[in-house]
């Protein structure tokens, strides 16, 4: 099995910053890629910011230049360094993984659970 625990949401005020992180384990052989995406009520999931094992950064045009996607591979935890948080940043924000797992060599897309966060005065 493998799984996407993610941490970090919360509230913060427009302007201020808060940072995502989201850790994979168990049975992983190689990660394709990570990336971030976010659901606001009403809306449907979107793509955040995604990196792949070449370390290409693709970033959504409503967060380039506020946003920054880091990944640790040696610890398999993709990073999302959020600044300038705006009231339209509020969603519910999930962690993804493209990987090839260790016990079968087949691949694999997981989710984390999802992590809210509300931006708000």
């Known amino acids: 099995q493998v799984q996407l625990v993610e941490s970090g949401g919360g509230l913060v005020q427009p302007g201020g910053s808060l940072r995502l992180s989201c850790a994979a384990s168990?049975?992983?052989?190689?990660?394709?890629?990570m990336g971030w995406y976010r659901q606001a009520p009403g809306r449907e999931r979107e793509m955040v910011a995604t990196?792949?094992?070449?370390?290409?950064?693709n970033y959504a045009d409503s967060v380039k230049g506020r946003f920054t996607i880091s990944r640790d591979g040696a610890k398999n935890t993709v990073y999302l360094q959020m600044n300038s948080l705006k009231p339209e940043d509020t969603a519910v924000y999930y962690c993804?993984?493209?990987?090839?797992?260790?016990?079968?060599?087949?691949?694999?897309?997981?989710w984390g659970q999802g992590t809210q966060v509300t931006v708000s005065s």
């Open positions: 990196t792949d094992s070449a370390s290409t950064i």
């Open positions: 993804n993984a493209k990987l090839r797992r260790s016990d079968n060599g087949r691949y694999y897309i997981y």
């Open positions: 168990g049975s992983i052989g190689s990660i394709n890629g």
